[in-house]
């Protein structure tokens, strides 16, 4: 809901009841509707400017990165990794059953 501050800033408040209806193709409607809706998502924080400017004043040596790198991790790296993701998950996936979409999900238990 757009209203403004005392100062004549906009603000936007978020509503717990839609107070429109809503737009066709969008999430909601198409939830409304008795569709399930997906949203694929990517977060990529990388400053492309920053990055460009480390390149340029150290380029990457191919040749040498070749020869020091390995082209898979070993199978202790990959252990490693999953063993600190396991002890540091700061999201975590919760299956759920299938459902028809105008019903409430149940979660599975573990």
Same mark, same amino acid.
């Given at each position: 809901?757009?209203?403004?501050? %005392?100062?004549?800033? /906009? ?6 009841? %839609? ?9 909601? &409607? =198409?939830?409304?509707?008795? &569709? ?5 998502l #990517?977060?990529?924080?990388? /400053? ?14 191919e040749?040498? =990165? ?5 082209? *898979?991790?070993? #199978?202790? *790296? =990959?252990?490693?990794?999953?063993? /600190? ?9 919760? %299956?759920?059953? =299938?459902? /028809?979409? $105008?019903? $409430? ?6």
């Open positions: 809901m757009p209203t403004t501050d %005392p100062g004549g800033h /906009d603000l936007f408040w978020f509503a717990i009841s %839609p107070t429109e209806g809503a737009e066709e193709g969008t999430d909601r &409607w =198409a939830v409304e509707q008795g &569709w399930v809706s997906l949203t694929p #990517r977060l990529d924080l990388t /400053d492309e400017a920053e990055l460009g400017i480390v390149r340029r004043r150290m380029p990457l040596d040749a040498t =990165a070749t020869v020091v790198s390995s082209a *898979a991790s070993s #199978r202790e *790296a =990959a252990l490693s990794v999953q063993e /600190d993701e396991a002890t540091a998950a700061i999201v975590q996936n919760v %299956p759920v059953k =299938a459902i /028809d979409a $105008k019903s $409430k999900p149940e979660r599975e238990t573990r």
